[in-house]
């Protein structure tokens, strides 16, 4: 059984830079490896819908990120642990954060559509 775990989040004052963490672990059902696995990154602030930011194909295929993070986040993985480096950040950056999984090497694009496992997120405050 696949399990994503978050971590990094904290207090950061705006204009700083925070890399989370999404440690991966029990994705080799029926032969799989994570590496035929897309993983995304997610979002919630209180009161909020929960936002798409990026999504990290396997395989070497390609990125997708957010048109409200891009050139400010990026997203890279490396074995069993997938990262969410974020800079410049600002107040209305402050979320939950969230990694997930979805079993197809390829995203679709950065939205939650297949993501069928997920952590229990992470929580980043920018706050001056």
């Known amino acids: 059984q696949g399990q994503l775990v978050e971590s990094g989040g904290g207090l950061v004052q705006p204009g700083e830079s925070v890399r989370l963490s999404c440690a991966v672990s029990?994705?080799?059902?029926?032969?799989?490896?994570?590496?035929?696995?897309?993983i995304g990154w997610f979002r919630q602030a209180p009161g909020e819908e929960r936002e798409g930011l990026a999504c990290?194909?396997?395989?070497?295929?390609p990125t997708y990120y957010a048109d409200s993070v891009k050139g400010r986040f990026t997203a890279s993985r490396d074995k069993n642990t997938v990262y969410l480096q974020m800079n410049s950040l600002k107040p209305e950056d402050t979320a939950t954060y969230y990694c997930a999984a979805r079993p197809a090497y390829y995203c679709s694009g950065y939205s939650d559509y297949g993501m069928d496992h997920w952590g229990k997120g992470t929580l980043v405050t920018v706050s001056s």
């Open positions: 990290i194909s396997g395989l070497n295929h």
């Open positions: 029990g994705f080799t059902l029926d032969g799989w490896t994570l590496d035929y696995y897309a």
